[in-house]
């Protein structure tokens, strides 16, 4: 296994899941957030924990969005193909 194939497993078996993950995450956080805004509009100190918490929610889909970004900009800087499988059938060791 090279470097360039390494890199492409990581990326394809671990950042990928994760980053859909954590984005999910963040996407359902903020729309229970906003819900509770909704929900609380009547109370002024609940209402303003609630903004808060909406606005860590768009922070956090920002950071991920952002993340997502650079890793395609590195794949696309290194010239790394993603979309191909890694054979990890040469790699058996039993």
Do not use: Y
């Not at 497993?9 to 954590?22: D, E, G, H, K, N």
């Not at 929900?39 to 918490?53: G, I, N």
């Amino acid at each position: 296994m090279d470097f360039e194939e390494f890199i492409d497993f990581i990326i394809s078996s671990l950042i990928t899941p994760l980053f859909s993950l954590f984005l999910a995450a963040a996407v359902v956080f903020f729309l229970w957030n906003i819900m509770g805004v909704i929900q609380k509009s009547a109370q002024p100190e609940e209402l303003a924990k609630m903004k808060e918490k909406a606005i860590w929610g768009v922070v956090a889909i920002a950071v991920m969005v952002s993340m997502w970004g650079l890793v395609n900009f590195f794949t696309g800087s290194l010239k790394l193909d993603t979309a191909t499988p890694l054979d990890l059938q040469r790699f058996n060791t039993i």
